[in-house]
């Protein structure tokens, strides 16, 4: 659930101090950030065709997009396209994880049973 979390976030990363509204840089980057998850088999749904392990290695696979600039109106702004998410990326690959005890019983919450803090 993070994971895809992460991944939807991405479309949304990149800014622009346009107080007109007028660039579409905004749009252009999220469509190519969706064609660059496309290709890696990351759109839609990334978890439920591959491992969440599989799907994390993809995404660091994938960097940033490429925004064409090409026919945009000249805006004044400066646009960002930042690696948005390395850290959370990195965040999720140290997390815990899953308690198998947890999992595999019927309770809603941690107990002095787990085999790990949670």
């Given at each position: 659930?993070?994971?895809?979390?992460?991944?939807?976030?991405?479309?949304?990363?990149?800014t622009c101090g346009d107080?007109?509204?007028?660039?579409?840089?905004?749009?252009?980057?999220?469509?190519?950030?969706?064609?660059?998850?496309?290709?890696?088999?990351?759109?839609?749904?990334?978890?439920?065709?591959?491992?969440?392990?599989?799907?994390?290695?993809?995404?660091?696979?994938?960097?940033?997009?490429?925004?064409?600039?090409?026919?945009?109106?000249?805006?004044?702004?400066?646009?960002?396209?930042?690696?948005?998410?390395?850290?959370?990326?990195?965040?999720?690959?140290?997390?815990?994880?899953?308690?198998?005890?947890?999992?595999?019983?019927?309770?809603?919450?941690?107990?002095?049973?787990?085999?790990?803090?949670?």
């Amino acid at each position: 659930m993070e994971l895809d979390q992460l991944i939807v976030e991405g479309a949304s990363s990149a800014t622009c101090g346009d107080p007109w509204g007028e660039c579409d840089f905004l749009s252009r980057h999220t469509r190519a950030y969706i064609g660059l998850l496309r290709s890696a088999k990351l759109w839609p749904m990334a978890t439920a065709k591959m491992s969440i392990s599989e799907a994390i290695d993809a995404l660091e696979k994938t960097g940033n997009p490429r925004v064409s600039l090409d026919g945009m109106k000249k805006c004044s702004s400066n646009h960002s396209t930042p690696n948005y998410s390395t850290k959370k990326l990195d965040e999720l690959k140290n997390s815990i994880g899953l308690c198998l005890d947890c999992v595999f019983s019927d309770r809603t919450a941690a107990t002095p049973d787990c085999r790990i803090k949670h």
